[in-house]
């Protein structure tokens, strides 16, 4: 069996309703970047990075996957699907995808802020006074701007493994996770689905899918059975 590897961003959440960060009507509009996905952001307004993420958690509870997530697990019949995602909804996995990677984090779990490795499931809101069993309070459970990616040596080490790397949904504006499709083999296809070019982020050897991640999926589906 082949080796497909995805690596997804929030563009692939936004036909559930989740919108995106840098698309026009994205997250980022209305809330300063720094003020709630950062730790000086955190240390200066906890409470307002609390309410982000518990807003974000409560519209989390009530979307559901699309024909993208859906259609990637149905891709698990005739290929080893890995998927890396920089998103911290669990809509990957609701769609029943086995090997997901998660690079940025989880809203669905909170963590000690004084042991990242103190790690709770979580569906409930995050209040100030809410601790873990260290005495730490709680945080989200999210990798914050300036903060290091636990995860990259292994979504490095996955994608060298690659026969077929899938982009969807991200404009691989946000490093280190954009520059996981450098470490893919010489001579192995790229597919990016996205409705817009980031041309900057355009190798040679890119097959360009321009659409929607729900549209988009049936196109690289009916190509891989090919
Ligand atoms: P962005 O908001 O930067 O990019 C979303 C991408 O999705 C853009 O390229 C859009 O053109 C595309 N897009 C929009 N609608 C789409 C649709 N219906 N189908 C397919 N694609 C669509 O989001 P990311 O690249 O995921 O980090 O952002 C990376 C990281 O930046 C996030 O993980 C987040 C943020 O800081 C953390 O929260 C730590």
Known sequence: MKHLVVLSGAGISAESGIKTFRDADGLWEGY???????????????????????????????????????????????????????NVDNLHERAGSKNVLHLHGELLKSRSTKNEKLIYDCDKDIMLGDKAEDGGQLRPHIVWFGEAV?????????????????????????????????????????????????????????????DTACNGIKEFADLMSK
Request: hydrophobic share 40%; charged share 30%.
């Open 150 to 210: 636990p995860e990259m040596h292994k979504a490095a080490k996955i994608v060298e493994t690659a026969d077929i790397l899938l982009v969807i949904g991200t404009s691989l504006q946000v490093y280190p996770a954009a520059s996981l499709i450098d470490y893919l083999p010489d001579g192995k296809p790229i597919y990016i689905i996205d409705p817009k070019r980031h041309e900057d982020r355009l190798l040679d050897h890119v097959h360009f899918i321009e």
């Open 32 to 86: 300063d970047v720094m003020e709630v996905a950062s730790p000086i952001g955190w240390e200066k307004k906890p409470e307002l990075v609390l309410k982000f993420y518990n807003d974000r958690r409560r519209q989390l509870l009530e979307v559901k996957p699309n024909t993208a997530h859906k259609t990637l697990k149905e891709l698990e019949k005739n290929f080893k699907v890995s998927i890396i995602t920089q």
